[in-house]
């Protein structure tokens, strides 16, 4: 028998496209999009465009302004506080899920130890932005295992927020490995301690946040139309 894939709605290629181009720091916050230059390279209506563009408001991404159309979102450091605010409640239940379910034998971390392992070959690659991609790719992983659908959807428009703030506040200079500390919190989940897995969790969400620089200036990108050439 035959699998056939379900096509994705053009719609949804254009949403994939802005995340990606988020993960991949190709597209930085503040910067407008165009409406003609995407429908021009997706073929696409504009009316496809927009309705693109809706989602990502509604999740959190882009801003719309009247006259002034629609902008990746553009984070202070508050926002970027918040965020993780938030992450840290909803990542809590998670581990504390995901604990519970591996001292039954419901849980088979194997694959997530093979994603840390990826994720340490992209950091010393040098490879940032596929790291980065990776390194939230964890959590959202960790999400999927809860089997939980609201604490996935709750967590999942903030991971691209988080890289935001990361691309407003990067500082170069941080010594912070994300992939270490993932492999500490796949190892307190085998231990069986909720307590201690909650406390790696929140020391590590802790560590996201200290590694950002709120001292620098960063200059807001303009334009779109340089991803495409």
């Not at 959190?60 to 902008?71: D, P, T």
């Not at 088979?108 to 390194?135: A, F, M």
Request: glycine share 4%; proline share 2%; net charge negative.
């Amino acid at each position: 028998m035959q699998v056939v894939k379900e096509e994705i709605s053009l719609e949804d290629k254009i949403v994939h496209f802005i995340f990606d181009a988020i993960f991949t720091k190709k597209l930085h916050p503040g910067i407008k999009l165009s409406e003609s230059v995407l429908a021009k390279e997706f073929n696409a209506s504009r009316d496809v465009v927009r309705k693109a563009f809706s989602q990502l408001q509604s999740m959190g991404i882009l801003s719309y302004k009247k006259n002034q159309g629609f902008h990746v979102v553009w984070l202070t450091k508050q926002d970027s506080k918040d965020i993780y605010s938030a992450r840290k409640i909803i990542e809590m239940g998670i581990v504390r899920i995901l604990t519970q379910k591996y001292a039954d034998g419901e849980l088979d971390l194997s694959s997530l130890n093979e994603k840390v392992e990826t994720e340490k070959y992209l950091k010393v690659s040098l490879r940032n932005g596929e790291y980065v991609q990776t390194s939230c790719d964890f959590h959202l992983n960790l999400a999927l295992y809860s089997s939980n659908e609201y604490l996935q959807n709750a967590l999942k428009p903030l991971i691209p927020l988080s890289i935001l703030a990361g691309l407003i506040y990067d500082d170069d200079s941080t010594s912070f490995c994300s992939y270490e500390e993932h492999d500490a919190l796949i190892k307190a989940i085998q231990s069986g301690n909720v307590e201690n897995v909650k406390s790696i969790m929140d020391q590590h969400l802790d560590h996201c946040v200290e590694a950002l620089n709120f001292g620098i200036i960063p200059k807001k990108s303009t334009a779109i139309s340089y991803m495409f050439k």
